[in-house]
């Protein structure tokens, strides 16, 4: 009985260290984004432009544009903070031109 105790006790340390890897790593990206681009993001958000740098989490959670629907639902989960420049070309798009799209998009045209 307590050799299944230190297993379950194991297994869960293991896991909790696991997520806090990963929430640390997500925690460490966006503060490192947001210094990279601190000057961009002072900018009111009217005044705010889709960039090639930005994320596609940013775009979708800043602009409200369902990216995944424009890619076709080939977004996985774990590269959601992938760059929209990464992710045109991935599929081969033209990024100027998708950009132009997406600010349609967030414009609501």
């Known amino acids: 009985m307590k050799k299944m105790k230190k297993k379950i006790l194991i297994t869960l340390f293991v896991l909790t ?34 960039k090639k740098w930005m994320s596609i989490n940013y775009i979708e959670k ?8 424009m890619f076709w ?8 903070n992938a760059d929209l420049e990464d992710y045109c070309i991935k599929y081969e798009l033209n990024c100027a031109d998708f950009i132009i799209i997406l600010e349609q998009a967030k414009n609501g045209n």
Do not use: C, G, M
């Open 62 to 69: 800043t602009y409200w544009i369902d990216l995944e629907e």
């Open 17 to 50: 260290s696991l997520l806090l890897l990963i929430i640390s790593y997500n925690f460490v990206a966006h503060i490192v984004i947001f210094n990279d681009h601190r000057e961009y993001f002072e900018k009111p958000i009217e005044d705010q432009v889709i």
């Open 73 to 80: 639902n080939k977004i996985w989960i774990w590269s959601r």
